[in-house]
């Protein structure tokens, strides 16, 4: 069984000690392919380079998350073209709108999306993409590019069915996390992981955050790891009533064909070369 972790913050700080044993665990535990998330002019230069260093198992996104739009200048946005203009950048984001901390102010984080909104329709690239608490403008500039833009996928869905629907009229595709094994937050989400349409469900850890709350036992750090990833297929499975080997086949096409990943086979899988970020 071969997965595809969609989103893993994997040049976070909390990787350097035991980055290598991380992606070997990750392979062990049927990770065949991971695509590192962009989240800041610095973490996306890191990412790409990480995929580099990993051809073939690594891939990145480029972008700017909400929380620092406020860094977003003239000098970030030719960084991202630069980026999103290499082989191993296969995204733009994670970008989009997050009115829940208020890390940065809405015009700022409107202003950012859009930016980045015409760096993907420029390059022709995917967008991987972000809301909290922010759906109306950010559907709304969206649909002010609708038609101009690409594959999109929104990650790391949280949100309630309105939502949901909205994304799925608009041919995106939908990431889960193991927000749906949290028995308080996310019981919702085993219903409407139903309504999403077999060939547009892409599953992820974004780790380390996320530790599905249902691991056990529990890893004494807390830390969320790609190893995981299979742990959220089962859940996923279980709720749309599948094989968690059915799921794994599913997601892991349809995030090959969303990122233009290329088949990875289980040998070149377990081969790991050593480099830490």
């Avoid at 004494?220 to 742990?231: K, V």
Wanted: aromatic fraction near 6%.
């Amino acid at each position: 069984m071969q997965l595809i972790d969609i989103g893993a913050n994997l040049t976070h700080e909390s990787f350097r000690a035991d980055f290598d044993a991380v992606l070997e665990r990750a392979r062990a535990h049927g990770v065949a392919q991971i695509v590192v998330t962009g989240a800041s002019a610095g973490g996306s230069r890191a990412a790409r380079e990480l995929a580099r260093a990993h051809p073939g198992f690594l891939h990145a996104t480029a972008g700017v998350h909400p929380h620092h739009a406020h860094e977003y200048d003239e000098a970030t946005d030719a960084l991202l073209r630069e980026l999103v203009a290499t082989p191993e950048v296969k995204a733009v984001g994670e970008t989009g709108l997050d009115y829940f901390r208020h890390l940065s102010p809405h015009a700022a984080q409107v202003a950012a999306f859009e930016r980045q909104l015409s760096i993907a329709i420029d390059s022709g690239k995917p967008l991987f993409l972000h809301q909290r608490d922010a759906h109306a403008d950010f559907i709304a500039c969206l649909d002010n590019v609708q038609g101009r833009i690409g594959r999109a996928v929104v990650h790391c869905f949280t949100g309630e069915r309105e939502e949901l629907v909205a994304y799925l009229d608009r041919g995106w595709y939908i990431g889960i996390t193991g927000w749906i094994c949290d028995e308080r937050r996310g019981v919702h989400l085993r219903e409407l992981v139903k309504l999403i349409p077999a060939d547009r469900l892409l599953i992820e850890t974004d780790a380390p955050y996320l530790l599905p709350r249902d691991l056990h036992p529990k890893p004494s750090h807390r830390r969320n790891e790609p190893m995981y990833l299979a742990h959220v297929c089962a859940a996923v499975a279980a709720a749309r009533g599948e094989q968690a080997e059915a799921t794994a086949r599913l997601t892991t096409a349809n995030a090959r064909a969303f990122f233009g990943l290329a088949e990875i086979a289980a040998e070149a899988a377990r081969a790991i070369p050593g480099s830490r970020p």
